[in-house]
């Protein structure tokens, strides 16, 4: 496999958004499909993701990420809009444990407090001494404890960043203490991840934790391993124990708390719920679990525990209140647009629960509650209601303390639309609260949108414009159907800590939503409070009884005309009427073009015999067949006469001598006479000799003239049939 350092993280979300999440590619998205985006990442980016985050949102794309590593957790959660979806992990072995939640997390975003930020002291650096005391006895076994020091690797891997000034120390115990580390040996985080990552398991039977605590007070947080308790540097006491303790805890415990160290305990599989109680400094930092795979699940309340204690120097957000009661005043312009209707429709048929729920906010919003600066005395509310049509503004009601009854002038806009969000809609608003608004109030608009009509740039600039015209807020809110929201949300300003919550008409208590948002408006306008944590909402109380029946209400006005029917179905047919008089004739048309072959028509019927014609003349020969097969052969024929002796043959080439030998080979055939050699010299006559023997016969001499032809001989016997022969041309033609 290839290994890289750094990540582009940006350019894959777009690349994805794209290229795969668009019909071509499969998708479904245009026929309202959920569409999901699992991110698994384990390093921090080396690009931006703002870009591929905007796509994903405003395709409706719904992101959800599992990271582990050095990743950056600000830049997952830019794509994936909400830190809920972010599943942060130390390793993927860890997946099964979170398995669970991320699938639930489909059907919507659990429940369970994302992990905040740390707030650094002034000087930019976090400083804290963490001790570990983990139990290494049989309660745990040797495979638990593996997964024991990574959830402590885990831990310190997360609240150490570069730049910290962190101390860890680590020991286990089982009847008594090892330490592994103090405070002051290892002075880096690789270091310190190293040297857990190297501890032995010591087993053990038997378990004293009060006297392991009690070892941690006297040898661990104390100068001379290293700590910084006389510096007033937060000490943190992490406490894993796997069984019931053979000696007394609450002792120990209380004087380790007393020390000013502060205390978390965790027990895993059988432990007494009561005795984690006891060790741990307060409820919320006591934890138990099942088993230890679910130690990784404690990552993120752990850290939100200690957000706290993490801190060196805590700066004070909120200033002191004024006893002193002051008046708070408040203007709200609530403002909608329903494009897409023609003028006449009734927007209301676009958008039901429009109707509902401006009742809802408009009711809310006049009963707003005391805030911390304005004494036994609620703020005073001022609404008005304004949309901006395509030939200009269009009100509803001017700013004054909301009746029940101005709610009727909102209602009869229904068929005045269709009604725009663009750069004047904003100026609209603008022009509002300086010709009907008060000097000392404090502004804010509310406008319920299906999306802009205008290209964003535009409508930034006159966002700006009202922000410095001494708007304080302007709060969106998206209709059913709404378009590209995400872009319609960088209009707004002056909503604090809550901006990234996009406020949408389908939230069941958008009411209390937009209350809060004006009372938080509010606390910092009136009363200089930067920021305001309200408690959790409480459930929503038990129907009411049904009230009494209310008197006939007043004869309404004349409706407005429906609108124009469609057409009717068709009636049945007319009497035909008389034939017309014949029309002139048209003028004579073009000539056309060629038209195609007709089809082949069917075979007809034989017809009947001719007669006989006249005898034709006579034709000329037809040419040679061709040449016939051979015969059968023939019979034998005469014996043919003797020939003549042939010549000679040339004499041939010499043989090859044989080889040597010494043996005597049997006598050779008689050899051919030598040439005759020169005659010698005349003897002495001999005597005469007896008769000689008969000398050799010569060589046959030359052949005579031929002689004269004999008579015929005697008839020789019939010979053989011969082949047959080829057959001759045809003949002439015959008469008819």
Same mark, same amino acid.
């Given at each position: 496999?290839?290994?890289?350092?750094?990540?582009?993280?940006?350019?894959?979300?777009?690349?994805?958004?794209?290229?795969?999440?668009?019909?071509?590619?499969?998708?479904?998205?245009?026929?309202?499909?959920?569409?999901?985006?699992?991110?698994?990442?384990?390093?921090?980016?080396?690009?931006?993701?703002?870009?591929?985050?905007?796509?994903?949102?405003?395709?409706?794309?719904?992101?959800?990420?599992?990271?582990?590593?050095?990743?950056?957790?600000?830049?997952?959660?830019?794509?994936?809009?909400?830190?809920?979806?972010?599943?942060?992990?130390?390793?993927?072995?860890?997946?099964?444990?979170?398995?669970?939640?991320?699938?639930?997390?489909?059907?919507?975003?659990?429940?369970?407090?994302?992990?905040?930020?740390?707030?650094?002291?002034?000087?930019?650096?976090?400083?804290?001494?963490?001790?570990?005391?983990?139990?290494?006895?049989?309660?745990?076994?040797?495979?638990?404890?593996?997964?024991?020091?990574?959830?402590?690797?885990?831990?310190?891997?997360?609240?150490?960043?570069?730049?910290?000034?962190?101390?860890?120390?680590?020991?286990?115990?089982?009847?008594?203490?090892?330490?592994?580390?103090?405070?002051?040996?290892?002075?880096?985080?690789?270091?310190?991840?190293?040297?857990?990552?190297?501890?032995?398991?010591?087993?053990?039977?038997?378990?004293?934790?009060?006297?392991?605590?009690?070892?941690?007070?006297?040898?661990?947080?104390?100068?001379?391993?290293?700590?910084?308790?006389?510096?007033?540097?937060?000490?943190?006491?992490?406490?894993?124990?796997?069984?019931?303790?053979?000696?007394?805890?609450?002792?120990?415990?209380?004087?380790?708390?007393?020390?000013?160290?502060?205390?978390?305990?965790?027990?895993?599989?059988?432990?007494?719920?009561?005795?984690?109680?006891?060790?741990?400094?307060?409820?919320?930092?006591?934890?138990?679990?099942?088993?230890?795979?679910?130690?990784?699940?404690?990552?993120?309340?752990?850290?939100?525990?200690?957000?706290?204690?993490?801190?060196?120097?805590?700066?004070?957000?909120?200033?002191?209140?004024?006893?002193?009661?002051?008046?708070?005043?408040?203007?709200?312009?609530?403002?909608?647009?329903?494009?897409?209707?023609?003028?006449?429709?009734?927007?209301?048929?676009?958008?039901?629960?429009?109707?509902?729920?401006?009742?809802?906010?408009?009711?809310?919003?006049?009963?707003?509650?005391?805030?911390?600066?304005?004494?036994?005395?609620?703020?005073?509310?001022?609404?008005?209601?304004?949309?901006?049509?395509?030939?200009?503004?269009?009100?509803?009601?001017?700013?004054?303390?909301?009746?029940?009854?101005?709610?009727?002038?909102?209602?009869?806009?229904?068929?005045?639309?269709?009604?725009?969000?663009?750069?004047?809609?904003?100026?609209?608003?603008?022009?509002?609260?300086?010709?009907?608004?008060?000097?000392?109030?404090?502004?804010?608009?509310?406008?319920?949108?299906?999306?802009?009509?205008?290209?964003?740039?535009?409508?930034?600039?006159?966002?700006?414009?009202?922000?410095?015209?001494?708007?304080?807020?302007?709060?969106?809110?998206?209709?059913?159907?709404?378009?590209?929201?995400?872009?319609?949300?960088?209009?707004?300003?002056?909503?604090?800590?809550?901006?990234?919550?996009?406020?949408?008409?389908?939230?069941?208590?958008?009411?209390?939503?937009?209350?809060?948002?004006?009372?938080?408006?509010?606390?910092?306008?009136?009363?200089?409070?930067?920021?305001?944590?309200?408690?959790?909402? *409480?459930?929503?109380?038990?129907? #009411?009884?049904? &009230?009494? $029946? /209310? @008197?006939? =209400?007043?004869? !309404?006005? +004349? %409706?407005?005309?429906?609108?124009?029917?469609?057409?009717?179905?068709?009636?049945?047919?007319?009497?035909?009427?008389?034939?017309?008089?014949?029309?002139?004739?048209?003028?004579?048309?073009?000539?056309?073009?060629?038209?195609?072959?007709?089809?082949?028509?069917?075979?007809?019927?034989?017809?009947?015999?001719?007669?006989?014609?006249?005898?034709?003349?006579?034709?000329?020969?037809?040419?040679? *067949?061709?040449?016939?097969?051979? #015969?059968?052969? &023939?019979? $034998? /024929? @005469?014996? =043919?006469?003797? !020939?003549? +002796? %042939?010549?000679?043959?040339?004499?041939?080439?010499?043989?090859?001598?044989?080889?040597?030998?010494?043996?005597?080979?049997?006598?050779?055939?008689?050899?051919?006479?030598?040439?005759?050699?020169?005659?010698?010299?005349?003897?002495?006559?001999?005597?005469?000799?007896?008769?000689?023997?008969?000398?050799?016969?010569?060589?046959?001499?030359?052949?005579?003239?031929?002689?004269?032809?004999?008579?015929?001989?005697?008839?020789?016997? #019939?010979?053989?049939?011969?082949?047959?022969?080829?057959?001759?041309?045809?003949?002439?033609?015959?008469?008819?």
């Amino acid at each position: 496999t290839t290994r890289f350092r750094s990540t582009n993280t940006g350019k894959a979300v777009e690349h994805v958004a794209r290229n795969f999440f668009v019909k071509s590619a499969g998708s479904r998205i245009e026929e309202g499909v959920p569409q999901h985006l699992v991110l698994l990442t384990g390093g921090r980016s080396r690009d931006d993701v703002t870009s591929g985050s905007r796509i994903l949102g405003s395709a409706g794309i719904k992101s959800l990420a599992v990271a582990s590593g050095d990743t950056d957790r600000s830049d997952i959660e830019k794509i994936t809009g909400d830190s809920r979806l972010v599943f942060m992990i130390r390793d993927f072995k860890e997946l099964p444990n979170i398995e669970n939640r991320f699938l639930q997390s489909f059907e919507g975003p659990v429940d369970i407090l994302p992990t905040p930020p740390v707030v650094a002291p002034t000087d930019g650096k976090k400083e804290v001494d963490i001790v570990f005391l983990v139990d290494g006895s049989i309660n745990l076994g040797k495979d638990n404890f593996k997964v024991v020091l990574d959830f402590v690797a885990g831990i310190t891997d997360a609240v150490y960043d570069e730049g910290d000034s962190l101390q860890i120390g680590l020991a286990q115990y089982n009847s008594d203490v090892t330490d592994e580390f103090f405070l002051k040996d290892y002075p880096t985080k690789d270091q310190i991840i190293a040297a857990v990552e190297n501890v032995e398991y010591k087993g053990g039977r038997l378990v004293n934790t009060g006297a392991a605590i009690k070892h941690l007070r006297e040898k661990h947080f104390v100068k001379e391993a290293g700590s910084r308790i006389e510096r007033k540097v937060p000490q943190i006491a992490f406490i894993i124990t796997g069984g019931k303790s053979s000696d007394d805890v609450l002792t120990p415990a209380k004087a380790l708390a007393d020390h000013g160290v502060k205390v978390f305990a965790i027990g895993v599989k059988n432990v007494d719920e009561e005795e984690v109680t006891k060790i741990a400094s307060n409820h919320a930092m006591a934890f138990r679990v099942v088993n230890v795979q679910e130690l990784s699940e404690l990552n993120e309340q752990v850290l939100i525990s200690m957000e706290e204690l993490l801190v060196a120097k805590k700066e004070t957000l909120c200033p002191k209140v004024s006893d002193t009661p002051r008046d708070c005043k408040l203007e709200v312009i609530i403002g909608f647009d329903v494009a897409g209707r023609t003028p006449g429709q009734d927007i209301f048929d676009a958008q039901p629960g429009l109707e509902l729920k401006v009742r809802h906010i408009l009711d809310r919003i006049s009963k707003m509650q005391r805030i911390s600066c304005s004494g036994d005395k609620a703020p005073s509310v001022r609404v008005a209601m304004v949309a901006q049509s395509a030939t200009g503004p269009v009100e509803a009601f001017d700013f004054g303390e909301y009746r029940p009854e101005l709610f009727e002038k909102f209602t009869r806009l229904r068929t005045r639309g269709p009604f725009i969000l663009a750069a004047r809609t904003l100026q609209t608003y603008l022009n509002k609260f300086k010709t009907g608004g008060a000097d000392d109030t404090v502004k804010v608009v509310v406008h319920l949108t299906d999306g802009i009509d205008e290209a964003l740039p535009e409508l930034q600039k006159a966002s700006a414009a009202l922000q410095s015209g001494g708007v304080k807020a302007l709060l969106l809110v998206g209709l059913e159907g709404v378009t590209n929201f995400e872009n319609a949300m960088h209009l707004e300003f002056g909503r604090g800590f809550t901006y990234t919550r996009p406020l949408k008409l389908n939230l069941m208590d958008l009411d209390y939503e937009i209350a809060e948002e004006l009372d938080n408006i509010a606390e910092k306008a009136c009363c200089g409070v930067p920021c305001k944590c309200s408690g959790q909402r *409480g459930d929503r109380g038990g129907l #009411g009884s049904i &009230g009494a $029946k /209310g @008197a006939p =209400g007043l004869k !309404g006005h +004349r %409706g407005y005309p429906g609108e124009e029917g469609g057409a009717g179905e068709r009636g049945p047919p007319g009497v035909t009427g008389t034939q017309g008089f014949q029309g002139c004739p048209g003028q004579r048309g073009t000539k056309g073009t060629r038209g195609f072959s007709g089809e082949k028509g069917q075979v007809g019927d034989i017809g009947l015999d001719g007669i006989d014609g006249e005898d034709g003349d006579k034709g000329i020969p037809g040419p040679s *067949g061709p040449r016939g097969d051979h #015969g059968a052969r &023939g019979d $034998k /024929g @005469a014996k =043919g006469d003797r !020939g003549d +002796r %042939g010549d000679p043959g040339l004499r041939g080439d010499s043989g090859e001598p044989g080889t040597d030998n010494t043996q005597r080979g049997s006598r050779g055939s008689k050899g051919e006479m030598g040439p005759v050699g020169d005659p010698g010299s005349d003897g002495q006559p001999g005597s005469a000799g007896g008769p000689g023997k008969n000398g050799v016969v010569g060589r046959r001499g030359l052949p005579g003239a031929k002689g004269n032809r004999g008579g015929p001989g005697q008839a020789g016997s #019939g010979g053989e049939q011969g082949m047959r022969g080829s057959q001759g041309p045809p003949g002439p033609t015959g008469a008819p």
